[in-house]
């Protein structure tokens, strides 16, 4: 018998070699499960699952994922120590790990999931921003690890008419590094652009899913239409082809933040929700 919590955190991708653990690598998954090892005990949280694995580099601000614990270890965290005051187990959790994980990443919540609640499967969609600056001097130096200097000027007016033909359903296989037994067919739900400071520009891409690479690949092909050196419609025309196209550049990942996860309100769409998705992925 366990209990799933939810964990809602934020890291600096800067230093991290991805989400996911690699030997020898530090990696933020990595960097939790140590920290909650020293707070549950080895093996005591298991089957750390995440919304979006990212890639080295990329950040994030709305990163969930779920871990299955102990109930009566989870309980425990609660109890009152020394003259604190008992609280909650969640809000122990929360403070328990600020002090252990390094200062680059941080759970900001804990709960206890609903029924049917699966960090991965049960999302309903993954939204990334992307930063980009095109001033002539560079950036802010103190924007440098999440913002793009991109050395040409970008037309708003361009990106967004290039993104709007690439929204919907399609096989963006195109801009995807393909994985063996993998589907490249997702929904593309939100794609535009919008400026966000002097000369800062935000590309908000968000999906059901996404395959390896492809937000950086969508954001690499629009930079070329928003400095000319593409045709508008080029872009969704790429949507013809049935493989990963070389002219299709990948963005840098410093620029890439996942923000928001969106899951179903009630238990019991998590679930359907959970069993769509798992059947969706092994028949497309």
């Known amino acids: 018998m366990t209990v799933r919590l939810r964990l809602d955190l934020a890291y600096d991708g800067t230093e991290f070699s991805g989400w996911a653990i690699q030997p020898g690598r530090r990696t933020v998954a990595g960097s939790l499960t140590e920290a909650l090892g ?104 103190l924007q440098r690890h999440r913002t793009l200097h991109w050395p040409r000027r970008l037309d708003l007016t361009a990106l967004n008419a290039a993104s709007a033909g690439l929204i919907g359903e399609h096989d963006f296989a195109a801009f995807c590094r393909r994985r063996e037994h993998a589907t490249t067919i997702r929904a593309l739900t939100e794609l535009s652009w919008r400026p966000v400071g002097p000369e800062v520009y935000a590309a908000t891409v968000e999906a059901d899913a996404f395959c390896w690479s492809m937000v950086r690949s969508l954001v690499g092909a629009l930079l070329t239409v928003g400095d000319g050196r593409r045709p508008v419609d080029w872009p969704a025309r790429l949507l013809t082809e049935s493989r990963r196209v070389d002219d299709v550049a990948v963005a840098p990942a410093h620029g890439l933040t996942l923000v928001s996860v969106t899951y179903p309100p009630t238990g019991a769409e998590m679930s359907a929700r959970d069993g769509a998705t798992r059947k969706l992925r092994s028949t497309r």
């Open 38 to 141: 020293r707070v549950f005990g080895a093996g005591g949280a298991r089957g750390l699952t995440v919304a979006g694995r990212t890639d080295a580099g990329v950040h994030a601000t709305g990163q969930v994922c779920h871990i299955d614990v102990d109930p009566a270890a989870f309980e425990r965290l609660g109890r009152a120590h020394g003259s604190a005051p008992p609280s909650s187990p969640a809000d122990s959790l929360v403070r328990r790990l600020a002090g252990l994980l390094p200062p680059d990443v941080r759970v900001r919540a804990a709960s206890v999931a609903p029924f049917g609640f699966d960090a991965r499967f049960a999302a309903l969609a993954r939204r990334y921003e992307y930063r980009v600056t095109d001033a002539d001097g560079g950036g802010d130096p």
